[in-house]
């Protein structure tokens, strides 16, 4: 490991925390739907129709029926 450089550590530092959350939280089921990160990847709909109609849907949840 470079340790010559503060930015250098810092990268591996990160790597490492971000690499350690994701290992603990993959098969990991979520408390609203009980279904783990990998599920909702490996069940989604891969189509580009199903992906702009639930950007729609989120949309529309944030921007409530009172925008118009």
Do not use: F
Request: glycine share 2%; charged share 30%.
């Amino acid at each position: 490991m470079n340790t010559a450089r503060p930015k250098s550590i810092a990268l591996k530092v990160a790597n490492a925390v971000i690499r350690a959350c994701a290992a603990g939280r993959n098969h990991r089921p979520r408390r609203k739907d009980a279904k783990t990160p990998y599920d909702l990847y490996r069940d989604r709909d891969a189509s580009p129709e199903a992906a702009v109609a639930e950007m729609r849907a989120v949309k529309e949840a944030i921007e409530g029926p009172c925008s118009a």
